[in-house]
């Protein structure tokens, strides 16, 4: 019997769109160069306010206060004058202090990459804003490498597609990023778009520099033969379920941390640490199939591992069951007991970034996958209904999660709510106080932490001048947050 598409397969790339709409507000690409001055000075206001939005007091060191906007130094090289930004807190010495790009029109796109960024926006609402929210060149290599996989997703998903021929298809897939003329026009998915134009997207991949079509390439290679074997395997042991979650996102977070790299916004080792990257996605996989129990069950497809839910019920399904509850929420804490083992690996590679939209493209999702966690952990309503945090919540952490202290006080605070939950009697409760205490040491503060909801006069001035200036902005990321609230993916988890 088949195993489900995994149509959570990008976890922190695609954000976890659920009937994967098109993002509701007008497309954030680049604007075109005939676009009017103030719009010019509008579209680098948006730019800069994302990053003044990030001067909220952060708990412990600042990162660099805007993030780097390309002003100077290896990363981040940006042409144009550039003028300093008002003062801001002294940045940690790795970090270089930011600087406020001059106001003139945005690099001018070609069709094929302003088709590509339609198709983005068509195709993703939760990563949509943050992939445009990357700086330079980097940005563009995500887009592409999000359009890629999508494509590659879209024929996993399509159960139209008999398996001789989608087996072949996925092995070979990566090779038809070379090949100008190649696209696929019988897909009934809705996302079909990426499939027909391949041509467009295939060429846009082949005008990116070598080093980052190699990354897109070896990652759409391994990924289309993970989704090749799993196509009529189920996901029996621990193991399994590791492995199905490498496929699927953790491939994705080991791909952006090499683009990461490649563009030399990050130190080498951020690309080259397999370890901790694939654990970015499995945290985030981890956390979308626990939630999504009842979701999955309703729909025919069965990601929980078989060792595991096994222990608590002849099938899967029976957890649903009422008479069935108690044994439920004991398998359901033992799986978030499973996921909270891959969090020290996200603080680790967290504390690693330098670039701040690079750190709040990564960040984002991981806080609101910790979030998701909490509200599940014990809770009854996974088996009843759809678990959630709050908008406003959600809002909360993307504001907060902007430097690697912040996080850490976020990902302390919800261990905390977890144990606090933690049943005596439940037959994981050893386990999950273990990895709680674990996660506390790298979480406990430095120093002084400043609070999440106040910020300096000098910051908040700033913010509410270039609001001004960026509504259409907001407006998206406000649409866009009731999809992040389901995690993303990077966000995700970008990085399901």
Same mark, same amino acid.
């Given at each position: 019997?088949?195993?489900?598409?995994?149509?959570?397969?990008?976890?922190?790339?695609?954000?976890?769109?659920?009937?994967?709409?098109?993002?509701? &507000?007008?497309?954030?690409?680049?604007?075109?160069?005939?676009?009017?001055?103030?719009?010019?000075?509008? *579209?680098?206001?948006?730019?800069?306010?994302?990053? *003044?939005? &990030?001067?909220?007091?952060?708990?412990? =060191?600042?990162? &660099?206060?805007?993030?780097?906007?390309?002003?100077?130094?290896?990363?981040?090289?940006?042409?144009?004058?550039?003028?300093?930004?008002?003062?801001?807190? =002294?940045?940690?010495?790795?970090?270089?202090?930011?600087?406020?790009?001059?106001?003139?029109?945005?690099?001018?796109?070609?069709?094929?990459?302003?088709?590509?960024?339609?198709?983005?926006?068509?195709?993703?609402?939760?990563?949509?804003?943050?992939?445009?929210?990357?700086?330079?060149?980097?940005? +563009?290599?995500?887009?592409?490498?999000?359009?890629?996989?999508?494509?590659?997703?879209?024929?996993?998903?399509?159960?139209?597609?008999?398996?001789?021929?989608? !087996?072949?298809?996925?092995?070979?897939?990566?090779?038809?990023?070379?090949?100008?003329?190649?696209?696929?026009?019988?897909?009934?998915?809705?996302?079909?778009?990426?499939?027909?134009?391949?041509?467009?997207?295939?060429?846009?991949?082949?005008?990116?520099?070598?080093?980052?079509?190699?990354?897109?390439?070896?990652?759409? +290679?391994?990924?289309?033969?993970?989704?090749?074997?799993?196509?009529?395997?189920?996901?029996?042991?621990? %193991?399994?379920?590791?492995?199905?979650?490498?496929?699927?996102?953790?491939?994705?977070?080991?791909?952006?941390?090499?683009?990461?790299?490649?563009?030399?916004?990050?130190?080498?080792?951020?690309?080259?640490?397999?370890?901790?990257?694939?654990?970015?996605?499995?945290?985030?996989?981890?956390?979308?199939?626990?939630?999504?129990?009842?979701?999955?069950?309703?729909?025919?497809?069965?990601?929980?591992?078989?060792?595991?839910?096994?222990?608590?019920?002849?099938?899967?399904?029976?957890?649903?069951?009422?008479?069935?509850?108690?044994?439920?929420?004991?398998?359901?804490?033992?799986?978030?007991?499973?996921?909270?083992?891959?969090?020290?690996?996200?603080?680790?590679?967290?504390?690693?970034?330098?670039?701040?939209? !690079?750190?709040?493209?990564?960040?984002?999702?991981? !806080?609101?996958?910790?979030?998701?966690?909490?509200?599940?952990?014990?809770?009854?309503?996974?088996?009843?209904? !759809?678990?959630?945090?709050?908008?406003?919540?959600?809002?909360?952490?993307?504001?907060?999660?902007?430097?690697?202290?912040?996080?850490?006080?976020?990902?302390?605070?919800?261990?905390?709510?977890?144990?606090?939950?933690? =049943?005596?009697?439940?037959?994981?409760?050893?386990? *999950?106080?273990?990895?709680?205490?674990?996660?506390?040491?790298?979480?406990?503060?430095?120093?002084?932490?400043?609070? %999440?909801?106040?910020?300096?006069?000098?910051?908040?001035?700033?913010?509410?001048?270039?609001?001004?200036?960026?509504?259409?902005?907001?407006?998206?990321?406000?649409? &866009?947050?009731?999809?992040?609230?389901?995690?993303?993916?990077?966000?995700?988890?970008?990085?399901?």
């Amino acid at each position: 019997m088949r195993c489900p598409a995994p149509r959570r397969a990008l976890s922190g790339l695609r954000g976890r769109s659920r009937g994967r709409s098109g993002l509701g &507000a007008p497309p954030l690409v680049p604007p075109h160069p005939a676009a009017t001055s103030s719009m010019a000075a509008s *579209t680098k206001a948006v730019s800069l306010f994302k990053r *003044t939005l &990030a001067l909220s007091p952060p708990r412990g =060191p600042p990162r &660099a206060a805007l993030g780097r906007l390309r002003g100077g130094g290896r990363r981040g090289q940006r042409s144009g004058a550039a003028t300093p930004c008002p003062p801001s807190p =002294p940045a940690p010495p790795r970090l270089q202090p930011a600087l406020c790009p001059t106001v003139s029109p945005q690099d001018s796109l070609g069709l094929g990459l302003r088709t590509c960024y339609r198709y983005l926006n068509q195709t993703s609402r939760s990563f949509a804003a943050v992939i445009q929210a990357l700086d330079g060149e980097l940005r +563009h290599a995500v887009c592409i490498f999000y359009l890629v996989l999508r494509a590659l997703d879209t024929i996993e998903d399509d159960m139209t597609i008999s398996l001789d021929v989608k !087996v072949p298809m996925l092995h070979e897939f990566h090779s038809y990023l070379y090949q100008p003329d190649w696209k696929y026009m019988e897909s009934k998915e809705k996302d079909r778009q990426v499939l027909e134009d391949f041509p467009t997207i295939s060429m846009e991949f082949r005008n990116l520099s070598k080093v980052y079509q190699d990354v897109i390439s070896d990652i759409c +290679h391994k990924m289309g033969v993970g989704m090749a074997e799993f196509l009529e395997k189920k996901v029996d042991s621990q %193991r399994e379920w590791d492995k199905y979650c490498h496929y699927v996102a953790g491939l994705v977070g080991i791909g952006l941390s090499r683009l990461f790299s490649a563009s030399e916004l990050e130190d080498p080792i951020v690309g080259q640490d397999t370890e901790l990257a694939n654990s970015m996605g499995l945290f985030l996989q981890k956390t979308n199939i626990i939630r999504d129990y009842l979701e999955d069950q309703l729909a025919g497809r069965e990601f929980w591992p078989r060792e595991v839910w096994s222990r608590y019920a002849k099938k899967l399904s029976d957890l649903a069951k009422p008479e069935n509850i108690d044994m439920a929420v004991q398998c359901l804490n033992e799986l978030i007991t499973n996921a909270l083992h891959h969090v020290p690996d996200v603080l680790t590679y967290l504390s690693r970034l330098k670039n701040q939209s !690079v750190f709040n493209f990564c960040a984002i999702p991981q !806080v609101m996958a910790i979030a998701t966690l909490a509200a599940c952990y014990n809770n009854k309503q996974v088996f009843r209904g !759809v678990v959630k945090i709050r908008k406003g919540q959600a809002v909360t952490l993307m504001m907060d999660a902007t430097n690697i202290q912040a996080v850490k006080a976020i990902m302390y605070q919800y261990v905390e709510e977890i144990y606090q939950k933690i =049943p005596s009697t439940d037959p994981s409760s050893n386990k *999950t106080q273990q990895i709680i205490a674990s996660i506390r040491a790298m979480s406990l503060p430095g120093g002084p932490m400043a609070s %999440r909801h106040h910020y300096s006069p000098i910051y908040l001035s700033c913010a509410m001048l270039l609001a001004a200036l960026s509504w259409q902005y907001l407006s998206t990321i406000s649409k &866009a947050t009731e999809e992040m609230v389901e995690i993303g993916t990077p966000v995700a988890s970008f990085l399901a």
